[in-house]
């Protein structure tokens, strides 16, 4: 049983699973619990952080912390992104606008799907109308399709919405294996949802319109390049070479991203990736990372080993389950707090400032 606050709304993040795990139909549940395979690299990437341990430094005279960031000309109240999460009606009923809403009373970037439940246009539209001039930037994810015309109708869609970066999936030739989703037979949209950036591009929205292909290639982020002024972030990068790659190709920047755990299984966790990722970017472009960040902490552990900013995606559909928009922003606040409280115990002035001599391995 969760731990509730006044309010009612669990304390932490974890909880926060397991108060979304009552509420919701199974089905759905798994479809957003759940990995590939074998979810070893689902478990993996929670895993990876609780082998890391803070050592903090002592009587630094930091009475106060800077949270906020910039990236990509994008500002935000704290280095935490809202990951690209799909079909977030199966939540609640408002979808990715309750979403959008939380994101700008929070002042963090919302990442929104491709496979969204509510179109670009209405998301971004439901950030400008919870926070006015003052929103933050809303990116759009994109999975770029086989047949190049959606891809360029889909890109001219979410330029003329007002999205302010493009975050390419690169990591889905092929769509993931997911056992869970197998074993409760679910493959696609209840009726009444679609995936509403799809509709009209691609059949009527059904998630069959969202294609992969395996023939998809560098040649393709170089067009794409060619075809957008936007920032281009390349999401699914674990090899430091494909880094490399991908901002030779023009990428602005880069997610190391193992999809949490829902494509490969098997893929070492993020968290274990991100020194030698960051090694190898070397401060050439903004280096993101997600997978399995349910702490302040982890946020924390991440920026010191050369992460820019965080993702959070698991822990943004859970809040959405347990009290919409109101669930997301409690998330966000959490976080937040965390991040703080961990910095002041580390005698750190900011997020901006970690390095890697903060993190050890635990004994």
């Known amino acids: 049983m969760s731990v509730a606050t006044g309010d009612g709304f669990p304390c932490t993040l974890r909880e926060f699973e397991g108060a979304a795990r009552q509420r919701l139909n199974h089905v759905y549940y798994d479809y957003v619990a759940g990995g590939a395979r074998d979810e070893v690299t689902l478990k993996a990437n929670v895993a990876g952080f609780a082998r890391l341990a803070l050592l903090p430094r002592m009587l630094r005279g930091n009475d106060k912390r800077l949270l906020e960031t910039t990236v990509l000309n994008s500002r935000a109240s704290m280095p935490v992104l809202l990951s690209p999460t799909a079909f977030h009606r199966l939540m609640t009923e408002e979808g990715e606008r309750a979403t959008a809403r939380a994101a700008a009373s ?33 990116w759009f994810q994109l999975y770029m399709q086989p047949r190049w015309e959606v891809t360029e109708a889909l890109v001219d869609r979410a330029t003329r919405a007002g999205a302010a970066a493009l975050v390419v999936t690169v990591d889905s030739p092929v769509l993931g294996a997911s056992d869970r989703n197998d074993r409760n037979a679910f493959h696609d949209l209840p009726d009444g949802m679609r995936c509403e950036n799809m509709r009209g591009l691609a059949g009527d929205g059904n998630v069959r319109s969202i294609e992969m292909s395996a023939a998809l290639s560098w040649e393709h982020v170089a067009r794409l390049r060619a075809l957008t002024d936007l920032p281009i972030v390349l999401k699914g990068i674990v090899h430091p070479d494909d880094a490399l790659l991908g901002i030779d190709q023009g990428a602005d920047a880069i997610m190391l991203s193992n999809h949490g755990g829902r494509q490969l299984d098997g893929v070492p966790a993020t968290i274990d990736l991100l020194p030698r990722m960051a090694a190898a970017v070397r401060g050439r472009v903004p280096l993101l990372v997600d997978g ?3 702490r ?45 409280h961990t910095l002041a115990l580390c005698g750190a002035d900011g997020t901006a400032s970690l390095d890697p001599s903060l993190v050890v391995t635990a004994p």
């Open 296 to 340: 302040g902490g982890d946020v924390v552990k991440a920026l010191a080993r050369g992460a820019t900013a965080v993702g959070i995606g698991r822990p943004v559909m859970w809040g959405l389950a347990v009290g919409g928009q109101d669930g997301v922003t409690r998330v966000l606040e959490i976080l937040r707090a965390e991040i703080d």
């Open 292 to 294: 399995g960040i349910r």
């Open 106 to 138: 929070a002042d963090a970037i919302l990442i929104t799907a491709m496979a969204a439940t509510v179109a670009v246009e209405d998301v971004i539209a439901a950030s400008r109308e919870a926070a006015g001039d003052a929103a933050p930037d809303v």
